[in-house]
């Protein structure tokens, strides 16, 4: 029977890149995916790459910085292996706060209105405060996640490691108190090590019921006039608009907690349209791609599991909410590091799954 040093269970881009990661260190390694590889968080992710203080939770926030400053060498990376483009913009963000955020010291100088219709003439919102958060200041970027994960997908390949897909993992083997490996609706497979990084399904897997759960988001994507009708990611209360590179424009999005319902509902879309609308006029000359929902891995504290369990040979990467596609690069180097018993460079004293009190529910 073959046999794998590592079994990564779930083929988003926090698998992936860490499957990659793992494969540059001499690993052998499985990636088992429940369905499509990339077609579940990571395909809905709108793919803004935020960090800051104004919405990452402190904890996480040194992880944050760090994989930010990391993914232009990530990009291109994953171009090379793969020979794919991937659409990273870092034309910055035009940021409209809350009442909450109003006052935020990191929100820098506020734009004028002339030198917000400098910046982005297609907007209507000159009378609402804005601010300017540029790519070189709180690392804003935005990145097409699909384009992304469909890189991955094939460096990951390039590098040898072996895809499983459309076989759900049931429960990580264990064998004499270790790991022994991975049981699926049809087989097993044989590894030391296994990795669940199953991201909203994580908990669903047996020994040891993780308390992630599935956060609803909807988005609309729309084909916009022109190429160039936006130029920056614009945020505001009620919507956020992302611009890419082939004139798509995402509008998004929400926050529910729906359970595993990956369903649109037309008052959303239409919320989100007129949204869109109402802080670019032009887009009602858009045509509506399409719509989607995806199912964000969450956590009862909001911040992501990883690291060991008290299972030798079992870990776990996953529960990054909405920033598992900035957190992508760094959770793969230090994930890595744990699984092949380097010292980690960070502490993730805070993320460690051993911080749940009952993480033993099939037994």
């Known amino acids: 029977m073959k046999s794998w040093d590592v079994i990564v269970i779930g083929g988003g881009i926090i698998g992936?890149?860490?499957?990659?990661?793992?494969?540059?260190?001499?690993?052998?390694?499985?990636?088992?995916?429940?369905g499509e590889p990339g077609r579940e968080a990571s395909h809905a992710a709108g793919g803004m790459l935020v960090?800051?203080?104004?919405?990452?939770?402190?904890?996480?926030?040194?992880?944050?910085?760090a994989s930010a400053r990391m993914?232009?060498?990530?990009?291109?990376?994953?171009q090379v292996e793969s020979g794919m483009k991937v659409d990273l913009r870092d034309q910055g963000t035009i940021f409209f706060p809350s009442p909450a955020h109003a006052s935020h010291p990191d929100l820098g100088t506020q734009l004028l209105p002339s030198a917000l219709a400098e910046l982005e003439p297609a907007l209507l919102r000159s009378d609402d405060p804005a601010f300017y958060l540029p790519a070189f200041y709180l690392k804003e970027r935005s990145v097409d996640p699909r384009a992304l994960v469909a890189a991955a997908l094939q460096a990951a390949k390039r590098h040898g490691v072996d895809i499983s897909s459309g076989d759900e993992v049931t429960k990580v083997n264990v064998s004499n108190g270790t790991v022994s490996g991975a049981t699926t609706t049809k087989t097993s497979f044989s590894a030391a090590k296994v990795v669940n990084c199953a991201g909203a399904w994580s908990g669903q897997?047996?020994?040891?019921?993780?308390?992630?759960?599935p956060v609803k988001g909807q988005m609309l994507c729309l084909a916009a006039p022109s190429h160039d009708l936006l130029k920056h990611v614009i945020r505001a209360p009620?919507?956020?608009?992302?611009?890419?590179?082939?004139?798509?424009?995402?509008?998004?999005?929400?926050?529910?907690?729906?359970?595993?319902?990956k369903r649109t509902d037309l008052a959303t879309m239409q919320r989100l349209h007129h949204a869109a609308i109402a802080t670019v006029p032009e887009l009602r000359n858009a045509r509506i791609l399409e719509d989607w929902a995806g199912l964000r891995p969450g956590t009862p504290d909001g911040l992501p599991i990883l690291g060991a369990t008290a299972t030798p040979g079992y870990y776990v990467a996953t529960g990054h909410f909405r920033d598992g596609i900035l957190l992508a690069p760094i959770t793969a180097k230090v994930m890595a590091q744990v699984i092949t018993e380097q010292n980690c460079q960070y502490n993730l004293d805070s993320f460690s799954p051993l911080r749940f009190p009952t993480p033993d529910l099939f037994r």
């Open 16 to 34: 992936l890149s860490l499957s990659i990661e793992l494969r540059k260190q001499g690993a052998s390694v499985l990636v088992i995916e429940r």
């Open 51 to 65: 960090d800051s203080t104004l919405e990452t939770p402190v904890a996480l926030q040194t992880l944050a910085t």
């Open 71 to 78: 993914y232009p060498e990530f990009v291109y990376e994953l």
């Open 205 to 213: 897997i047996a020994p040891h019921a993780f308390p992630t759960r």
């Open 238 to 261: 009620e919507i956020y608009l992302i611009p890419r590179s082939d004139g798509r424009i995402l509008a998004g999005t929400t926050v529910e907690e729906a359970g595993f319902d």
